[in-house]
């Protein structure tokens, strides 16, 4: 699986890496926060590295939808009750500063969007009371959402709310024109090294431990979707969440608003262009990573639905994946880690609406870092993690102990001395130990079916044919190399 935009992306430069070297500032990740943040601090004159395992855009950013929308689904209804209406409102001018500054960095650059309504539908009599309730909210947040029954959609809703003049984007084209203008002011983008850990020595200097040596940085910032670093606690106060995507030619007429539902499962649309082809992308079928046996179905279902509904070609040109993490109390964690995290910066939690929220909260840390203040950012990002006695988080760990507890049972369970189908893969039990055995390109392949992060036993995803986590979303490949999660280490051989 490859997205549309990982497939028509813009060649990005990059740097080599130097161990031993020393920075300012050191940042892991670079998907939209990570050179975002780059950007915005080499521009005050800092030594910076920008240190990404995988390439720029391989994980969230090159994989997302790519709605710039201050409106986003219930998202404001669910802060609202879980915190006030002011809370709300400074959520709102948070991702309106992240707009802004994004769309204004694209008409500087000369790099292309498009301006289009954003909505959010029902289908049901649920769905409506949801819609008002984020009507609502909306308001007393101060954003101008207006209730309608028009809409594009060619089937029956019960109402939609609408937001005008959104954008939507071509993710890696971004972050190819933010990359250019971090290595303009001497930042270094370094690919295919991977940080391992990081310790504080005498002198307020961070040794940031990597896959090829150690560097040296007087601040480090974790922008790599979950931290990466277990120290903060957040994976026990985020939920990982994979959702899918496909990318249709359209041969008709199609809605070129921005849509997304209310009711589930999921449905998100919204059009693209690409090589002179346009597209219709239709995007949902979210679910917690790890915990669906055939993830392939989720695709399947989501190409039938838009071919049934659309103008659009009887198979899809695109079909990838994305993960996204919700956190315990709605709104993303922004900030200096909590415990034993002197100078050490992470933002996470942006609950599937990273494209304002990644570069507020790029404003937010690189101010902090210089020691200047967004009056916002000071409100809404709290430094904090979420009580791990809400409601939400006690479920949702009790979830995550059920899947090691279920995993381990069923690895231990099952024995086979025969090789899966192709495309699957199956966990069965050796000398005591989960093995995950797979059949990819026909080459059967096995590995030690352990999450290094915490021992959760992973299961196979057959859509992207990767052995993924139940426990808190780290990824491998069939062959055991890590793709992204809070796991800092490959899969070991069986």
Same mark, same amino acid.
């Given at each position: #699986? @490859?997205?549309?935009?990982?497939?028509?992306?813009?060649?990005?430069?990059?740097?080599?890496?130097?161990?031993?070297?020393?920075?300012?500032?050191?940042?892991?990740?670079?998907?939209?926060?990570?050179?975002?943040?780059?950007?915005?601090?080499?521009?005050?004159?800092?030594?910076?590295?920008?240190?990404?395992?995988?390439?720029?855009?391989?994980?969230?950013?090159?994989?997302?939808?790519?709605? =710039?929308?201050?409106?986003?689904?219930?998202?404001?209804?669910?802060?609202?009750?879980?915190?006030?209406?002011?809370?709300?409102?400074?959520?709102?001018?948070?991702?309106?500063?992240?707009?802004?500054?994004?769309?204004?960095?694209?008409?500087?650059?000369?790099?292309?969007?498009?301006?289009?309504?954003?909505?959010?539908?029902?289908?049901?009599?649920?769905?409506?009371?949801?819609?008002?309730?984020?009507?609502? &909210?909306?308001?007393?947040?101060?954003?101008?959402?207006?209730?309608?029954?028009?809409?594009?959609?060619?089937?029956?809703?019960?109402?939609?709310?609408?937001?005008?003049?959104?954008?939507?984007?071509?993710?890696?084209?971004?972050?190819?024109?933010?990359?250019?203008?971090?290595?303009?002011?001497?930042?270094?983008?370094?690919?295919?090294?991977?940080?391992?850990?990081?310790?504080?020595?005498?002198?307020?200097?961070?040794?940031?431990?990597?896959?090829?040596?150690?560097?040296?940085?007087?601040?480090?910032?974790?922008?790599?979707?979950?931290?990466?670093?277990?120290?903060?606690?957040?994976?026990?106060?985020?939920?990982?969440?994979?959702?899918? &995507?496909?990318?249709?030619?359209?041969?008709?007429?199609?809605?070129?608003? #921005?849509?997304?539902?209310?009711?589930?499962?999921?449905?998100?649309?919204?059009?693209?262009?690409?090589?002179?082809?346009?597209?219709?992308?239709?995007?949902?079928?979210?679910?917690?990573?790890?915990? @669906?046996?055939?993830?392939?179905?989720?695709?399947?279902?989501? !190409?039938?639905?838009?071919?049934?509904?659309?103008? =659009?070609?009887? &198979?899809?040109?695109?079909?990838?994946?994305?993960?996204?993490?919700?956190?315990?109390?709605?709104?993303?964690? !922004?900030?200096?880690?909590?415990? #034993?995290?002197?100078?050490?910066?992470?933002?996470?939690?942006?609950?599937?609406?990273? #494209?304002?929220?990644?570069?507020?909260?790029?404003?937010?840390?690189?101010?902090?870092?210089?020691?200047?203040?967004?009056?916002?950012?000071?409100?809404?990002? @709290?430094?904090?993690?979420?009580?791990?006695?809400?409601?939400?988080?006690?479920?949702?760990?009790?979830?995550?102990?059920?899947?090691?507890?279920?995993?381990?049972?069923?690895?231990?369970?099952?024995?086979?001395?025969?090789?899966?189908?192709?495309?699957?893969?199956?966990?069965?039990?050796?000398?005591?130990?989960?093995?995950?055995?797979?059949?990819?390109?026909?080459?059967?392949?096995?590995?030690?079916?352990?999450?290094?992060?915490?021992?959760?036993?992973?299961?196979?995803?057959?859509?992207?044919?990767?052995?993924?986590?139940?426990?808190?979303?780290?990824?491998?490949?069939?062959?055991?190399?890590?793709?992204?999660?809070?796991?800092?280490?490959?899969?070991?051989?069986?």
């Amino acid at each position: #699986m @490859k997205s549309l935009w990982l497939d028509t992306a813009p060649v990005i430069p990059t740097d080599p890496f130097d161990p031993e070297a020393s920075y300012d500032t050191v940042v892991v990740g670079a998907g939209l926060t990570g050179l975002t943040t780059a950007a915005l601090l080499a521009r005050s004159g800092q030594r910076l590295a920008l240190l990404e395992a995988r390439t720029v855009g391989a994980v969230t950013t090159g994989n997302t939808t790519a709605k =710039v929308s201050l409106l986003q689904g219930t998202q404001l209804s669910s802060i609202t009750s879980h915190h006030n209406a002011e809370t709300a409102r400074q959520y709102v001018e948070a991702n309106r500063q992240g707009q802004s500054w994004l769309l204004r960095f694209c008409d500087e650059n000369g790099i292309g969007y498009e301006v289009r309504d954003a909505y959010t539908y029902a289908t049901t009599e649920q769905g409506l009371k949801s819609l008002r309730k984020e009507h609502e &909210a909306a308001q007393a947040a101060g954003l101008d959402v207006e209730f309608t029954a028009e809409t594009e959609l060619p089937f029956a809703t019960t109402g939609a709310l609408r937001l005008r003049d959104q954008a939507q984007i071509q993710p890696m084209t971004v972050l190819a024109g933010l990359a250019k203008d971090y290595r303009a002011h001497g930042g270094r983008l370094i690919e295919g090294v991977r940080v391992t850990g990081a310790r504080h020595e005498e002198g307020a200097v961070i040794k940031v431990a990597t896959s090829q040596g150690e560097v040296t940085a007087r601040h480090l910032v974790l922008a790599t979707g979950i931290p990466i670093l277990d120290r903060g606690g957040y994976f026990a106060v985020l939920k990982p969440e994979r959702s899918y &995507a496909v990318a249709l030619p359209v041969t008709g007429e199609v809605p070129q608003g #921005m849509y997304l539902s209310v009711d589930s499962p999921t449905r998100s649309l919204r059009t693209a262009e690409a090589d002179g082809i346009s597209y219709l992308l239709a995007g949902g079928n979210g679910h917690t990573v790890g915990r @669906k046996k055939y993830t392939q179905e989720l695709v399947d279902d989501l !190409v039938d639905w838009t071919v049934e509904n659309f103008a =659009v070609g009887s &198979a899809a040109s695109y079909a990838w994946s994305a993960q996204d993490y919700s956190p315990a109390r709605s709104l993303p964690y !922004v900030g200096q880690l909590p415990v #034993m995290g002197s100078n050490i910066y992470v933002a996470t939690g942006y609950n599937k609406w990273g #494209m304002t929220n990644a570069v507020a909260a790029s404003l937010a840390l690189s101010a902090e870092i210089l020691g200047g203040e967004n009056p916002w950012a000071r409100e809404l990002y @709290k430094p904090r993690v979420a009580p791990l006695d809400a409601a939400s988080t006690l479920r949702d760990n009790a979830e995550v102990g059920l899947s090691m507890l279920t995993g381990w049972a069923a690895g231990l369970a099952n024995s086979t001395d025969t090789a899966p189908p192709e495309g699957q893969g199956v966990v069965s039990r050796e000398n005591g130990k989960p093995v995950g055995t797979c059949t990819v390109a026909g080459e059967t392949s096995r590995v030690s079916a352990v999450c290094p992060h915490l021992k959760g036993v992973l299961n196979w995803n057959d859509a992207e044919q990767s052995w993924d986590c139940p426990l808190h979303g780290s990824r491998f490949t069939a062959k055991g190399t890590l793709l992204e999660g809070p796991a800092v280490k490959n899969l070991d051989p069986a």
